[in-house]
Nanobody
Framework: QVQLVESGGGLVQAGGSLRLSCAASGRTCSSYAMGWFRQAPGKERELVATISWSGGSTGYADSVKGRFTISRDNAKNTVYLQMNSLKPDDTAVYYC?????????????????WGQGTQVTVSS
């Protein structure tokens, strides 16, 4: 079992930055690929970024490429999402998730464990 707890969300103006953190407990998160997803009201949950267990490979949604960066610190069992140049369209609840594979994982159904989510609101 893996427990995931997100933090770092909040209200920010367009153009601003936030850094989300996801702390994992239970089984070491270094055995898992990790992902950040988001879900806006009335929309489906979508992948934002994914990172392999080693941190050597990453993947991003086209909408966030060049603005968001996913990283991980396996010694701290923590995954991060640095979000820069935020836009109102980035407003959503952001979720951290873990998948029991070594590679990057883009499909939501491959993720076995989910956090409770953290709200990010970007004002115009």
């Amino acid at each position: 079992q893996v427990q995931l707890v997100e933090s770092g969300g909040g209200l920010v103006q367009a153009g601003g930055s936030l850094r989300l953190s996801c702390a994992a407990s239970g089984r070491t998160c270094s055995s898992y690929a990790m992902g950040w997803f988001r879900q806006a009201p009335g929309k489906e949950r979508e992948l934002v970024a994914t990172i392999s267990w080693s941190g050597g490979s990453t993947g991003y949604a086209d909408s966030v490429k060049g603005r968001f960066t996913i990283s991980r610190d396996n010694a701290k069992n923590t995954v991060y999402l640095q979000m820069n140049s935020l836009k109102p369209d980035d407003t959503a609840v952001y979720y951290c998730a873990a998948a029991p594979v070594w590679r990057v994982v883009t499909h939501l159904r491959e993720y076995d464990y989910w956090g409770q989510g953290t709200q990010v609101t970007v004002s115009s």
